[in-house]
């Protein structure tokens, strides 16, 4: 618990990654209950005599939760780029040497 207390009051390590994958996973959640739930509409409209609006649906619903799960991926995996060409900078600055020398604009924490 002391070892959690700690990289979470250091700097040492980005948070960012593992709440992108958090977030990611609860709106795809959302998404698969709505479409669910859009699903479950259309079966009740065409069990109400709306042939024509039931068959629709059934038809879209599935549709534009697809849609919905790759703009959503592709959402989330803009917020992991940023946060992995920051490390992906870090490991460059290792290798070309410059890990020793502080950079003087690099704010203090």
């Known amino acids: 618990m002391m070892s959690f207390l700690q990289s979470l009051l250091s700097f040492d390590r980005l948070l960012g990654p593992t709440l992108v994958k958090i977030v990611y996973f609860v709106g795809a959640a959302v998404i698969l209950m709505i479409g ?15 042939i024509g609006g039931g068959f629709v649906q059934l038809l879209a619903a599935p549709a534009v939760a697809a849609v919905a799960f790759v703009y959503w991926r592709f959402l989330c995996e803009l917020f992991m780029l940023a946060f992995l060409t920051y490390e992906r900078l870090g490991e460059i600055r290792v290798l070309l040497g410059g890990a020793s020398e502080a950079d003087p604009n690099h704010p203090q924490f």
Do not use: E, I, P
């Not at 669910?36 to 709306?50: E, M, W």
């Open 36 to 50: 669910a739930g859009t699903l479950l509409t259309a079966v009740f409209t065409l069990a109400g005599g709306n």
